[in-house]
Structure formats: C-alpha cells, structure tokens
C-alpha cells in the first residue's frame, strides 16, 4: 500500500498528475526511516531535517509531525515490517509549469514501507569506491528530489564495478553518492563539516557522538583525496547502510584492505543503540 | 490533449508512475519548442540540444527524431496552435529507487502543446532583475529535470518584486534564471561562453549569429557583476521570452533605464527570421 495525496492506495492504482511539480522540475524533499524491530529509529531527527528541508524550499508541509508519524506509523502496521525503511516525499504539488511557486498549489506526500534487511554482508565485508567531482549543487545539506547528481555518479561507480562513489570539489573529499564519508588517521575520525555541501547524515551524527563517548578524536574539517588516500580506515555512514567499511578506493586498499578496529568498535557500539529486533 | 507513455490521452486521465525515476530523482530531460503560425521554429536545433541532453545523462530516447517530431506536429495540429510552445520530457521510465540506472526500465515521454502569446509588452517595456548567486549543479548545459535551482531564485525575484534573477558564480555572471543573458558594452555583445555553466540557448545562438551578420562585435567571455552594472543595454534571451530587454537590476537603471538601440535592432532582425504568422 502506498499513502499518496491522503489517502492509502494499493500500489497498481498508485499516481500522480503529470503536472505535479516534482515531475517536472523535481520541486520537493523526502526522507528515508529506518524501521528496527518494527519501531522507526531516531524518528524525531527525522523529522527535524524534514522539517528543516521543507522551511529551506519554502514548502508547507501537508501534515504535522504528529499526523506524519501516525501515517508512517500505520504503513509500518499494514506491512507487518519488521526490519524495514520508510520512503516519504513531499512535493510542492500541482500546477501549470512555471518556475516560481505556485499560488494555492497543495503539497502532495507520498510515502511506502519496504522490507529491508540490514546490510549484514556489506557491514562485514566492506565495499569498494572510485573518486570523482562532486559536480551537485550548493545546497547538498537539503534532501531534495533533484539527485541527478548523485544517480550519475552512482552510475559511474557501477560501471567500473565499484560499488560506491566518493565526491571531491577540487580536490576536497565531500561525501559518498548517498551517504557520509568517515576517515580514521593516526586514532582520530575526519570528516566533512556539517555545511551546505553534505547531508546532514542522522546515522553521522550518532557514530560521531558514538565515538567521542568513547573518547576518540573527531575533527569536523575538510579533507584532501591526499589524506584519503593515507587513511587507516574509511566508512561510510548511511540511514540504510549503517556504517560500512570501505576497503578499497580506486583500486587501491585503504589501510591493511579490511576493515579495521575503529570501523569494527563503532559498528558494535551502534548496534546496541539499535532496539532489540 | 497530452501525450504520455505512447499514447495521447486526455488531460483529465493523463497521469504517471509514483515510480516514476522523474517524480523521485528529477532522471530525465526536456525541451520547450515555440511555434509560430503553426509551425515548430529551429526544430532541429531543438532535437539536437535534446539528443545531447540524453545522450549526457545516459538516457536512450524512446524514439527516433522523426517519430518525435509526427507526436510533436500532431500536438500542434489537434489544438490548431498558431503561436504556442510545445513542452516535452524523457524520463528514465518506471523502477524500484535505486540511484544506479534500472535494468529494463522503459523511458517515459510526457508532451503537451499550449497556446502561447509571443512577450510583446515586455520585449517593448522591459523587464527588471535581481542578482544572486548562482547555487545550481556544474552541468546547466543539459535540460535536465533537476531544476529547484532555478525555481528558488525566480522565487526570490517574485518575492522582491523584480522579474528575474541574474545568476552569478563568485562574482562572475552566467546567466538569468530560465534564460541566457547578454549585455551591450561600447558596441559589443559580451556573453557568458556556452560551456558548462550555462545553457546553450537556441535564441541566444540565432540572437549571435544575427549580429555578427550585422557586423557587430561578438565576445563569448565570462564578465563580471562590476561590468554587468557598467553595461549599456542588457537582455535576456529565450525560446518563450525571445529578446526581452532588462532595464533594471538590483534598483538601479540599465544604461538610460529603457530598452537599448542594439537591443531593439536585434529584436527586429530576430522578427524577421520567424516565419509569417
């Protein structure tokens, strides 16, 4: 079942009008949750960026986070998910093609509930990535619909058999295609600082306060494809991938080439912020 | 009418995919044509810019350009269009959200012809502009549907009263928010070169070539706000807006405030290439 401009449709009659603004000009946000156990993880974060993306655009979101979670509440429910994600969006709606916004268009939420088992396999094993510019737009930090950036990097990545993709501008690593990028040098966490230029990942901020409870060293800096490639780990950090080691990176191993004790130490504390599932 | 996913249907039923890699990624392309008295106006030099576009993006078009062109010409014949536009766009087709391309997805054109006045009282009156900084992706060279960039600054223009925004990266000027901009310095045209900064606009193109015809000096160059606010005369240039002259920017008066000489002698000769109507 699909919820769709409020109501809950059965996904062969799910659509949306051609003249709906995120056909066209890709005019809206979304989120993806991640539903452990039957229960959605850091719900409220969630929804403080929707929140944010939303005032960022200017668009007025249909629900309030009370009647959003009730929804979403309801599709996890109706699917009986257990280990699951969430995918909503909310476009700013209907109307004739014209760039500035529209006067009484109403937002159109879409949201659907997927099985999606944790990415046990990857999380062991790790996974490869090439680098290339990072050609997005200024505004990386909103999670919006316009992500053709990132579909063709992503794109490139799986051409060349590599699995992910890290972004650079002029040499300074941003993120993944999808995710956060988290090195490990000499005992310390690097990664990009929470500006306009990377999402400000949920499952980011958890493994950063993860590790400074732990008491390792986390600098929010910009760094080089240089220090990338001096690394003694790297990992990204998603919604759906949680944190996976990356061992390699444009044909080269990163550190020994598996994924190493800092990866390995804040995956176990992460797992134990996950409710029992 | 309206033609989607190979059939013309009417407006009423003409609906897509929630699944639609348009609706969640902004993944495809598009083109506006204008028509005047019935007929498509630089068609091929529409086709061509549109091939690129998916060809840039990956994306195989779903049909020839002469099976586009018999949708497009019965569009125009079944609204007896005389001045109009025709808006058209390629989607990556209908799959389950994966940034990476789908495998078998189907692509999705979507077309629609709609009466469309040609701008007479503001190519005669002129228009007025804001700059801001131009925040979009590194490729604005392809008509592609990630277009919230655009859409956020013609916003801010509609909310500060003034008709469009002048773009600009750091300082130096690329383009308006939906169309090319030239200025008119000592008897010069200086424009923005088309790389991948701006869009390779077909007024622009034929607005060139006229005057070079003309024996006027053409500089394809990037210029800076400092020499923006210094120009003569300045215009923007568009299939819909053809050659509308810009009078103001951020408050203050281009040249004498009111559309320029140069300005008008192009409009006239750019009349001249379009078919009677």
């Known amino acids: 079942m699909i919820w769709i401009d409020d109501r809950l449709v059965p996904e062969s009659s799910a659509s949306v009008s051609y003249m ?4 066209y000009f ?5 989120e993806v949750f991640r539903v452990y156990g039957g229960r959605m993880y850091e719900a409220d974060a969630h929804y403080e960026r929707l929140e944010r993306s939303a005032r960022e655009i200017g668009l007025k979101l249909p629900y309030t986070r009370k009647e959003t979670d009730a ?12 280990n699951a994600t969430i995918y909503m969006q909310v476009t700013r709606g209907v109307a004739p093609r014209s760039h500035a916004f529209p006067a009484g268009a109403k937002p159109v939420m879409m949201a659907y509930c997927n099985d999606t088992p944790r990415p046990t396999p990857t999380m062991e094993k790790g996974i490869t990535a090439i680098t290339r510019p990072d050609i997005r737009w200024l505004r990386c930090d909103l999670k919006t619909l316009n992500l053709l950036g990132s579909v063709l990097a992503k794109q490139e990545a799986a051409e060349l058999g590599a699995d992910d993709v890290i972004l650079h501008r002029d040499g300074v690593v941003t993120e993944c295609s999808a995710s956060n990028l988290i090195i490990v040098k000499d005992g310390a966490l690097h990664t990009h600082p929470a500006d306009h230029l990377i999402l400000h990942g949920i499952t980011r901020a958890v493994v950063l306060r993860l590790a400074r409870e732990r008491g390792v060293e986390v600098r929010e800096r910009p760094f080089t494809l240089e220090e990338l490639r001096k690394a003694d780990e790297a990992f990204l950090t998603s919604t759906i991938m949680e944190i996976t080691p990356i061992v390699q990176i444009d044909g080269l191993p990163v550190g020994g080439g598996e994924p190493g004790p800092f990866t390995h130490r804040l995956q176990h504390d992460f797992e ?3 409710p029992h599932n």
Chains 1, 2 share one sequence.
């Open 20 to 23: 709906d603004r995120g056909y």
């Open 26 to 30: 890709g005019d809206g946000i979304y």
């Open 71 to 82: 929804i979403l509440v309801s599709l996890i429910e109706r699917e009986k998910a257990r």
């Open 272 to 274: 134990a912020t996950i």
